[in-house]
């Protein structure tokens, strides 16, 4: 999978003769959340500036991996079968797959998300939500902690209204290609910590 990544590969559901799948795709074009240029609904700015949410990062993988998967069994596509639970997991326990949780006031787990890292290059997979913008709000939480490890490359791999409200872009899989080589010959810093240091309401314009 790691090798799969450092190529511009990922596993993605298909569909044929009414089942679902897992191929390996490159797309083309390719979606990227430019990690210098986000934008942020202003209902999400609100939210995050009366401390709606909380973050942190990496401190109940399996639980955000599991809440993913649900995702795709209630939208009848549950392509994150068991082996690949597994992989990823076993990505994560090598230091190779991370991910944002949003808790609210109260303290309990409401969104997240995860993804794959690969140099400077981060891809995210899939995410969640149980409460209204909590997905959206971990988009913020995983662009403040990109920048502030240094990744200089977030792979999102195909746009949706979702990300594009966050300026998602495509361009071509040739300059997505040259971009993540150039990521790759970098090792970003991870945050001592799974408490968010960054202040999430900064990271970007209102839209």
């Given at each position: ?45 609100r ?8 973050f ?26 068991p ?14 797959a ?8 109260d ?48 792979d ?52």
């Open positions: 999978m790691l090798d799969a990544y450092r190529h511009g590969i990922f596993p993605w559901p298909c569909r044929w003769a009414d089942q679902w799948f897992v191929g390996w795709h490159s797309p083309d074009p390719r979606a990227i959340l430019p990690l210098d240029d986000v934008r942020i609904p202003k209902r999400l700015q939210k995050l500036r009366a401390g709606h949410f909380r942190r990062w990496n401190s109940c993988f399996d639980s955000v991996l599991q809440h993913c998967a649900s995702v795709g069994v209630r939208k009848e596509n549950a392509w994150l079968c082996d690949l639970l597994d992989a990823i997991s076993s990505l994560h326990r090598s230091g190779d991370h991910c944002i949780e949003v808790y609210d006031r303290g309990t787990l409401c969104g997240g998300l995860y993804g794959i890292a690969v140099g400077a290059a981060f891809s995210a997979e899939s995410m969640f939500h149980l409460q209204s913008d909590a997905s959206k709000a971990a988009v913020c939480g995983l662009v403040a902690v990109l920048r502030h490890a240094g990744f200089e490359l977030m999102i791999q195909q746009t949706s209204p979702h990300l594009l409200a966050f300026g998602a872009v495509e361009i071509d899989r040739c300059d997505y290609l040259v971009a993540l080589q150039r990521a790759l010959g970098k090792q970003p810093s991870w945050p001592a910590t799974t408490e968010h240091p960054i202040p999430i309401d900064r990271i970007g314009a209102e839209d």
